[in-house]
């Protein structure tokens, strides 16, 4: 098995695991920090919808970098085991 591509692809479904785990503490974190920011500003209203971030981009690179990770894992795979 070419070891160092099955590596490579591991590491590029591994990239997008993180990604969304990152985009989901984003989403969380972000109103959090919206409301402290608005209570040490002043007087106003705070709306959690107005720190909501769309991150549809981020989970569509995420979802195609673990597809192609594990795609290209599976063709490693099967060519080291062809090999043997």
């Not at 192609?68 to 063709?75: D, T």
């Amino acid at each position: 098995m070419n070891k160092v591509a099955f590596v490579m692809s591991s590491i590029l479904m591994f990239f997008g695991i993180v990604l969304v785990a990152w985009g989901q503490v984003v989403k969380s974190l972000l109103p959090k920090i919206g409301y402290i920011v608005f209570k040490l500003h002043g007087p106003g209203s705070y709306s959690p919808s107005e720190y909501v971030v769309n991150l549809s981009g981020l989970y569509i690179i995420a979802t195609i970098s673990i597809i192609v990770g594990l795609w290209l894992s599976v063709i490693f795979y099967k060519k080291g085991s062809k090999q043997k």
